[in-house]
């Protein structure tokens, strides 16, 4: 698909085809996945489903990306100079 | 999800200033804290609001480009948004289990709460596309006779897959997808939740995806794995 626009609308349309954790479990599980991936553990394995559900709704991606910026200023900030 | 053993101490050290240890014992006294009785539980949860609102202004500051908010009304929305999460994340103190920090936790409800806020906000004023005229970023392959073939060929497929799923399908994937609509806005205006309406998504994608697979189009599917967050 050349036009990106259009790639990303269909991107969108048709989703990923991994298996992914509901909404509901993205929510409960999204602290523990955001301090696993900041401490460079594998968070992507502890929550399957997870990577691609964040893929695919974008209200949950924005929102674990928020926590994840937060907590990682937060963590910053208590780092000695 | 039974967290022991998935972070070891020697990979969460590196980035957790005050350590797996420490971090158990700062939740511990977070809990100990809130469960208490009196001034004890009553300073806790001054400390804990003022935790939600430095969150909640944070999501709030990074959004700020979607609304028309000025510092005052933004403000406002973000104390709002962590009196809600502060109800909330006491409502479910006991659901806490300890696998990530407790401040981590209690973050994400002022994040919630506040990007959906937001994403209202944004949206308060705006009609809530559904219909299928707005597949302008689908056009008639016929439209675009400059596209590469197996476009044409794709996105035919797609038009017809798309008018094959059952009306409801039809209008939350065409909103959500195409038009963009935040779930959560397009949940409070059909009446319904962000779960049901991602299933919803879920199942029609689902559909989409074997439609095109039905006529040997398996190749978008390899597409979508370049997508970045």
């Known amino acids: 698909m050349k036009d990106p626009r259009r790639a990303a609308a269909l991107r969108r349309l048709l989703g990923p085809a991994e298996p992914e954790v509901t909404c509901e479990v993205c929510f409960?599980?999204?602290?523990?996945?955001?301090?696993?991936?900041?401490?460079?553990?594998?968070?992507?394995?502890?929550?399957?489903?997870?990577?691609?559900?964040?893929?695919?709704?974008?209200?949950?991606?924005?929102?674990?990306?928020?926590?994840?910026?937060?907590?990682?200023?937060?963590?910053?900030?208590?780092?000695?100079? | 999800?039974?967290?022991?053993?998935?972070?070891?101490?020697?990979?969460?050290?590196?980035?957790?200033?005050?350590?797996?240890?420490?971090?158990?014992?700062?939740?511990?006294a977070w809990l100990t804290a809130l469960r208490a009785r009196g001034e004890e539980r009553e300073l806790a949860i001054v400390r804990l609001h003022a935790l939600l609102l430095r969150a909640a202004r944070f999501e709030a500051n990074r959004r700020r480009a979607t609304t028309r908010?000025?510092?005052?009304?933004?403000?406002?929305?973000?104390?709002?948004?962590?009196?809600?999460?502060?109800?909330?994340?006491?409502?479910?103190?006991?659901?806490?289990?300890?696998?990530?920090?407790?401040?981590?936790?209690?973050?994400?409800f002022a994040i919630y709460q506040t990007a959906v806020a937001m994403r209202r906000r944004a949206w308060q004023d705006r009609e809530v596309p559904l219909a299928p005229e707005s597949w302008a970023l689908l056009p008639d392959p016929g439209?675009?006779?400059?596209?590469?073939?197996?476009?044409?060929?794709?996105?035919?497929?797609?038009?017809?897959?798309?008018?094959?799923?059952?009306?409801?399908?039809?209008?939350?994937?065409?909103a959500l997808a195409v038009n963009e609509v935040p779930i959560d806005v397009l949940a409070d205006r059909l009446g319904t939740t962000r779960g049901a309406l991602y299933k919803t998504l879920h199942d029609a994608r689902r559909k989409l995806r074997g439609h095109l697979a039905a006529q040997g189009l398996g190749a978008p599917a390899t597409t979508l794995t370049e997508e970045t967050r």
């Open chain 1, 28 to 81: 409960e599980e999204l602290d523990f996945y955001v301090d696993l991936e900041i401490a460079g553990a594998d968070a992507d394995g502890s929550v399957p489903g997870m990577a691609a559900h964040l893929r695919g709704c974008p209200a949950c991606s924005e929102e674990h990306a928020s926590l994840t910026a937060l907590v990682t200023e937060l963590t910053r900030s208590y780092l000695p100079e």
């Open chain 2, 1 to 28: 999800m039974n967290p022991a053993g998935v972070a070891g101490p020697a990979t969460v050290a590196c980035r957790r200033p005050p350590g797996e240890d420490a971090a158990r014992a700062e939740s511990d």
């Open chain 2, 69 to 108: 908010l000025g510092g005052a009304e933004l403000d406002h929305l973000a104390v709002q948004a962590a009196d809600d999460a502060l109800l909330a994340v006491l409502a479910r103190l006991d659901t806490f289990r300890g696998a990530s920090r407790f401040t981590t936790w209690a973050y994400k």
């Open chain 2, 143 to 174: 439209e675009q006779p400059q596209q590469h073939a197996e476009d044409v060929e794709v996105l035919a497929a797609v038009r017809r897959g798309i008018a094959a799923l059952t009306p409801h399908q039809r209008d939350v994937l065409v």
